[in-house]
Antibody, heavy 118, light 112 residues
Framework: QVQLVQSGAEVKKPGASVKVSCKTS????????INWVRQATGQGLEWMAR????????GYAQKFQGRVTMTRDTSISTAYMELSSLRSEDTAVYYC???????????WGQGTPVTVSS | DIVVTQSPDSLAVSLGERATINCKSS????????????LAWYQQKPGQPPKLLIY???TRESGVPDRFSGSGSGTDFTLTISSLQAEDVAVYYC?????????FGQGTKVEI
């Protein structure tokens, strides 16, 4: 079965960077895009970025341009999202999600809480 | 960028009654070459990631109860829960996947 397992909770200081991993299994990693979506406490879902793991092509929300970087390691079927210049407003749960055949997000990781605090 | 707006922000519905959520995109998400609307609906319960309910604006994901239905085309869409059950208490989001960024609506909280 398809599984996405994310790395654990992070606590960072303002100005630092965080790198969250999303290890996948149960399918061919390079066949489906990976998305990153975040959710601040009590708030809605915010789409951040996507990557084609085969080509490495990425697409980012303009809000995060210059601060977010998606990478992957195809040898271990893992995607990464790095967010830099962290501020308190970046405190949220970060989810990775795998596309279905038609670009909806059908499979989700469990979420990684990231806290930004001095 | 396409902006997606939902209404209302929250609604309270009696058990067994109908719940209706609206979603509007700032530009059409209807792709003319295949006549499909690139609009999905998700359900999120507390402490869980979202769950895909509907895609192509009106196609239920496998295993989703038939009390959930989606309709609409172009820029205006609706999610209807025909007979609200206790387990349907959640926040519902629409999302356009016509292009990047694949924006979500702000969510609609459904309560009993």
């Amino acid at each position: 079965q398809v599984q996405l397992v994310q790395s654990g909770a992070e606590v960072k200081k303002p100005g630092a960077s965080v790198k969250v991993s999303c290890k996948t299994s149960g399918y061919t990693f390079t066949n489906y895009d990976i998305n990153w979506v975040r959710q601040a406490t009590g708030q809605g879902l915010e789409w951040m970025a996507r990557m084609n793991p085969n080509s490495g092509e990425t697409g980012y929300a303009q809000k995060f341009q210059g601060r977010v970087t998606m990478t992957r390691d195809t040898s271990i079927s893992t995607a990464y999202m790095e967010l830099s210049s962290l501020r308190s407003e970046d405190t949220a749960v970060y989810y990775c999600g795998r596309d279905s055949e038609i670009a909806t997000i059908k499979y989700w990781g469990q979420g990684t809480p990231v806290t930004v605090s001095s | 960028d396409i902006v997606v707006t939902q209404s209302p922000d929250s609604l309270a519905v009696s058990l067994g009654e109908r719940a209706t959520i609206n979603c509007k995109s700032s530009q059409s998400v209807l792709y003319s070459s295949n006549n499909k609307n690139y609009l999905a609906w998700y359900q999120q319960k507390p402490g869980q990631p979202p769950k895909l309910l509907i895609y192509w604006a009106s196609t239920r994901e496998s295993g989703v109860p038939d009390r959930f239905s989606g309709s609409g085309s172009g820029t205006d869409f609706t999610l209807t829960i025909s007979s609200l059950q206790a387990e349907d208490v959640a926040v519902y989001y629409c999302q356009q996947y016509y292009n990047t960024p694949r924006a979500f609506g702000q969510g609609t909280k459904v309560e009993i």
